[in-house]
Each structure stands twice: as structure tokens, then as C-alpha cells.
């Protein structure tokens, strides 16, 4: 298994913090969740594991798989299983040696310093630069820049030095040097240590962060006493008097080998990996000839898979202190006599590699689909296209419309267009607001005697406010059966008919049951059937909507409205019609106290 890093999206809140961090603009998928609400998922295809969004999220939405579990199961079954520890263990478990004591009683074999594996990636890049002399090379210790360039940049990796990485070398040694055939993890604050797993060469097989190791032995209550006993890492035998620690940064390790004046510059955190793109197309005759480049910003044991209460002034502190001991205690004929003993042993050839891009991420858009993106976004001015505000997690408005192109990110992300939207729904609740207003008034206004003229305003008012072809009000009677029928009241325009002035369950079957149990009827009329169709004949309707209508709990009626086209009805839509249609009928009914037999004597007949 590799490393995964996934969301959590009942925790995610669309904060966009995630994509702000992410070096790769395109691996955070923005999208609606089924209730409307903003969500940011991975794309997996894109992601580099480097766990900058892990950082970011301050809501825990984000979270990572490694192989701890499976690292233990395998353990217990009897499997012999050693462990690569990066130097990081130190800082990030203060009482490591005691810690070493109870895995190797639980049955680990082996644990192997990382350290080495360093020191010999130092020892075949000062090799490599001397038998190759590149103007300039980008160091290939980070297994997040790495899989960034192959990924992202592949336009970079013939800068990339072509040695193995620290771990793999490390590994490689294990199976072939010491003749160790264990299945190995490594243990890092690093998560995407993952690429490096199961590759042939070796017998690297989990990757586990320190902080699961850490909250694998606080569950297994693994007790540390006084008592315990310490137990330090295993020697690695290849004819030195001791293992070296190289806790720190590439360049600084590196340093320490120096007898020349070798320009290094030194790129730390995954924001700044947009300077790869400076490097790429400065001058040569600027450039460093080793650019020490890494995902994480306070180096590796301050990754994302650290313990979590380690702060960066302990791990510096670390860092200082081996610096300083490798200094005072190391002078540079012991290092450099360290470097021949690797030449006696080792061939340069074997630490080569070489990287090629993956061809899976295609992130290229034509102009015309960023050109569909702005207008999406409702951007139509240079001024409107470089707000460049961030808010969408993007830092320009070009790369949001670049990504909305490429599907990872929607337009109602961007701030602005939200904005502009929050203030169009504004206006059209306050237009709703007066059209019920307006209808209030009509029937305050009228008397028994106009009131059919007041309905055929308030209709009309409401036809043309909301994009509306026809409506017509139906009122609820019993048949002897006690079933639902609904007679035609009044509709507008008065000369539209339907085929029959009474719905029943043989024109519409199943329809005013629906109606009656409060739910509302939207249809498209292609999605009608052939019998319904029958009853809207030649009306030319695209879209129709029923809505009950339910006065004193009981189901008064109907009102039924219609569109030409097929826009269907808002919620906001038909929660103005409902209550225009309430207003409407109330006056209906206070006309039958005046007079009982209102409906038989005036409206059927004085309309139709
Ligand atoms: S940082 Fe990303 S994953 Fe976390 S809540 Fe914000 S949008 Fe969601
Ligand atoms: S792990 Fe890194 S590359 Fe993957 S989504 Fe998070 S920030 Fe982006
Ligand atoms: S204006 Fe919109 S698209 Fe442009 S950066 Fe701001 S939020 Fe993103």
C-alpha cells in the first residue's frame, strides 16, 4: 500500500485553504455535494502526497492511510521485518531507545539509521559531479519534489540529479551488502517516503509516519519505564567505526564534504516551488550548480507525518547539535577518508537512475475553454480577469479560469461572482416581496362585485413577473365516493381552456393524490404521458407545476401554472406563487360567506 492523503468531507467546509497550500493547482477537486455545499476532494492522479493541505486544514477534514496497521499484523503473523529509521525519530520520540527496546521485543529485527543512507547519497552526488560536471543540478533527496517534476515540471528532470535517493540506497545496501532479507519499513515524519515502496530492487515494503508509530505503541500500551532498557540503532557494517549522524538538510550535509567554494542555494517548503519555474528560464550563468530543493520547510523531520506536538525549535535544535558533533568531533580527513571507503566498496553506476515524466496528468486547455471559464465567472474586462484576490484558493483569476476548464473548480468558488449573485438573489426576493405585496392590496381592495377582475390582475401580475405563460386556480370538491376532484375557478388568459374543467383521477391518474398529500407536480410536458397530454392539448407548454394549495389543514385546490420554455421552477419561484395563490383564494373564501353559492353562480359561468 502507499501513502493516501483523502478528505474527510463531512468535516470540509469549502474554506479553500487546501488548494491555497497545494503545490499542484489541479489536485484539489472543488465540487457541490448533493445539499449545494462547497467540498474540495483529491484527485489522486495528481497529488504528490507532499501533505501541505494536510497542514492547512485547521479542520481536520484532511487525513492520510500509511502501512503502520499492516506493518504490525505482518509482525505478529511472523514475518521478519526490519525498520529504516530517519533521523527524525529522535526529535519526534524523545525516549527512542527505549521505544527501539519494546519493537524489538514485539519482534522487529532490525533497526537501521537512515543516516547512512544520507551519507552515501552525499558521497555519489560529490562523485557524480565530479566525473559528470553539470552546469547545474536540482538535488533528488525529497521524494515530493521528485514525483512534482515528474508529474508537473517534466521539463526540469533532465536538471534532476540522477542519483537514488537516501532510503533506496539504504535499502538497496540492506538486502545486498548485509545480506539482510527482511521486509523493510521506513519510519519518517515524510509521507511521500510511499513512492519508494516496493520497487524490485529492494525489500522496502511499508511506509510508516512517525506519528502512527508513535500512536501504534502508546494503543498497544506499550509502558516506558525507568526500568526499560535502551537499545540504539543496529550498526551497518562497511568497514567504518561508526555511523554518522546526518540529521539536517541536504545542502547543509553536504557542506561538511566541501573543500571548494560550490555554490549551493537552498529551496525549502512546497509554496515555493513556483520558483522552479524562475530557475527554469534564468540565465546559466545565475544558477547554483546544486539547487537543494524539498517539500517540507523545516526540513524532514518537521513533515507532515511528525509527531504532532513537536515543535520547530526542537527538531533545529537537533539538527544544530549533530551539526555541531559531526564538526568538532568529525574533522573533514576523517569524512573525506569515509568517501574513499565507499569508493573501494561501491560503483557509482550502481546509485544512477533516471527519471521519466508520468504520463497521466494532462493539464493542458485550449484558449477557447479559458475564454468559456471567464465568461462562466461572469469576468468580460482585463481589469475583471486580474482581481487576483486568492480567495478561491487560486492565485490569479487566470488560473481559477484554467482550472474551471479543466473541471477541478467552480465558478461560484470565485468570491466575487458569489458576491454578485448573493446581491441578484437579493433583488429578485425584494421584486418577489412586492408582487406579494402588490397582491395583498388588490384584494384588500376589491369588493365582492370586482373581484374576479382583482383576481385576473393579481394572475397577471403574476404571469408576467415570473416568466409565466398561464394560471389558473382549481378548487377541491368530494365526489359521492369521497375522491378528490378539482373544478376550474378562474385561469389567465381567460381564453385559454382545457380540454375539461375538472381534474379527476381518470385524467390524471395518481395526480391529485400527490397534490393532496402536500407535495407538489413538477413536469416537463415531453415527459408527460400520452392520457395527460390530452388534458394540456395545444396549450404549448414546456414546463408545468401544480401546487397544492391547503387552507385550515384541508385541501382547498390547486393552482397550476405554466412555461413556454423549459426553465423549471425555483423554490423561490413556487414559494411566491403558493403564497400569492393563498392570498388569492382566502378572498375566495371570504366571498362565499358573503355568498354561499358564489362559486356556482359567478365564476364558472362568468369565466368560461
Ligand atoms: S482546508 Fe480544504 S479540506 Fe480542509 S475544510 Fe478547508 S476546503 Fe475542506
Ligand atoms: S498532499 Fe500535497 S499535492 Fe496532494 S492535495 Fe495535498 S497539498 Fe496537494
Ligand atoms: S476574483 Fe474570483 S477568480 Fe479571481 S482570484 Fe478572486 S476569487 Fe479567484
Redesign the pocket.
Known amino acids: 500500500m502507499t501513502t493516501l492523503i483523502n478528505t474527510d468531507l463531512p468535516l470540509c467546509i469549502g474554506c479553500n485553504k487546501c488548494v491555497r497550500s497545494c503545490p499542484v493547482g489541479t489536485s484539489n477537486v472543488t465540487f457541490l455535494d448533493k445539499r449545494n455545499r462547497l467540498k474540495v476532494r483529491i484527485d489522486k492522479t495528481r497529488c504528490i502526497s507532499c501533505g501541505s493541505c494536510l497542514e492547512a486544514c485547521h479542520r481536520g477534514a484532511r487525513h492520510y492511510v500509511d502501512d503502520t496497521e499492516s506493518f504490525f499484523k505482518d509482525l505478529a503473523d511472523g514475518k521478519p521485518l526490519s525498520l529504516i529509521m530517519f533521523p527524525a525519530v529522535r526529535s519526534n520520540l524523545p525516549e527512542y531507545k527505549k521505544s527501539f527496546a519494546q519493537l524489538k521485543k514485539i519482534g522487529v529485527h532490525k533497526i537501521f539509521n537512515l543516516s547512512m543512507g544520507m551519507e552515501l547519497f552525499v558521497w555519489a552526488n560529490l562523485r557524480y559531479l565530479e566525473n559528470y560536471k553539470p552546469h547545474t543540478m536540482i538535488s533528488s533527496n525529497c521524494p515530493g519534489l521528485v514525483t512534482f517534476l515528474q508529474t508537473h515540471r517534466p521539463e526540469l528532470l533532465p536538471r534532476l540529479s540522477p542519483i537514488i535517493n537516501p532510503t533506496t540506497i539504504l535499502a538497496n545496501i540492506i538486502k545486498t551488502h548485509l545480506g539482510n532479507n527482511d521486509g523493510l519499513a521506513v519510519v519518517s515524519a515524510c509521507l511521500a517516503n510511499s513512492v519508494y515502496i516496493n520497487q524490485p530492487s529492494n525489500n522496502l515494503r511499508y511506509n510508516i509516519s512517525i506519528s502512527r508509530l508513535r500512536d501504534y505503541l502508546i494503543k498497544m500500551k506499550v509502558e516506558l519505564s525507568d526500568d526499560t532498557p535502551e537499545v540504539d540503532f543496529d550498526p551497518i557494517e562497511l568497514g567504518l567505526d561508526t555511523t554518522l549522524d546526518f540529521n539536517g538538510d541536504f545542502r547543509t550535509n553536504f557542506r561538511q564534504f566541501l573543500d571548494s567554494d560550490l555554490r549551493l542555494d537552498r529551496l525549502h517548503g512546497t509554496k515555493y516551488f513556483p520558483i522552479l519555474d524562475e530557475y527554469a528560464t534564468a540565465p546559466p550563468e545565475t544558477l547554483p550548480q546544486i539547487f537543494d530543493v524539498a517539500g517540507c520547510e523545516g526540513g524532514c523531520s518537521m513533515g507532515p507525518g511528525r509527531v504532532e506536538e513537536i515543535k520547530r525549535f526542537v527538531t533545529n535544535t537537533f539538527n544544530y547539535h549533530d551539526q555541531l558533533a559531526i564538526q568538532r568531533d568529525t574533522p573533514k580527513e576523517t569524512l573525506l577518508k569515509r568517501q574513499k571507503r565507499f569508493d573501494e566498496i561501491f560503483q557509482l553506476d550502481n546509485f544512477l537512475t533516471s527519471y521519466s515524466s508520468s504520463p497521466m496528468v494532462q493539464d493542458y486547455v485550449s484558449e477557447d475553454r479559458i475564454k468559456d471559464a471567464y465568461m462562466s465567472?461572469n469576468k468580460h474586462t482585463t481589469t475583471q480577469k486580474t482581481?487576483?484576490?486568492?480567495?478561491?484558493g487560486?492565485p490569479?483569476?487566470f488560473e481559477?479560469a484554467r482550472k474551471i476548464a479543466l473541471g477541478v473548480n467552480l465558478p461560484s468558488n470565485?468570491?466575487?461572482?458569489a458576491q454578485e449573485l448573493i446581491s441578484q438573489s437579493n433583488k429578485k426576493i425584494s421584486d418577489y416581496l412586492t408582487l406579494v405585496r402588490l397582491i395583498g392590496e388588490y384584494m384588500l381592495a376589491s369588493g365582492s362585485n370586482d373581484i374576479i377582475t382583482t383576481i385576473e390582475h393579481s394572475l397577471m401580475a403574476l404571469c408576467s413577473s415570473l416568466d409565466i405563460s398561464r394560471s389558473s386556480i382549481w378548487r377541491t370538491t368530494y365526489d359521492i365516493n369521497e375522491l378528490p376532484k378539482c373544478d376550474l375557478v378562474i385561469s389567465f388568459p381567460a381564453r385559454i381552456h382545457f380540454t375539461q374543467n375538472t381534474i379527476n383521477s381518470d385524467l390524471l391518474p395518481g395526480w391529485l393524490e400527490t397534490l393532496s398529500d402536500g407535495e407538489i407536480i413538477t413536469k416537463s410536458y415531453t415527459d408527460l404521458t400520452t392520457r395527460e397530454k390530452l388534458f394540456f392539448t395545444g396549450r404549448n407548454i414546456g414546463v408545468l407545476c401544480m401546487i397544492p394549495i391547503i387552507a385550515q389543514g384541508d385541501f382547498w385546490g390547486i393552482i397550476l401554472i405554466a412555461r413556454r420554455h423549459n426553465q423549471t421552477f425555483t423554490r423561490e419561484e413556487i414559494s411566491v406563487i403558493e403564497s400569492s395563490a393563498f392570498l388569492i383564494i382566502s378572498s375566495l373564501i371570504a366571498a362565499t360567506y358573503d355568498d354561499p353559492k358564489f362559486f356556482d353562480n359567478q365564476l364558472l359561468t362568468s369565466i368560461l
Open positions: 465567472l482581481i487576483d484576490c486568492f480567495a478561491c487560486s490569479t483569476c481559477m470565485c468570491v466575487l461572482l
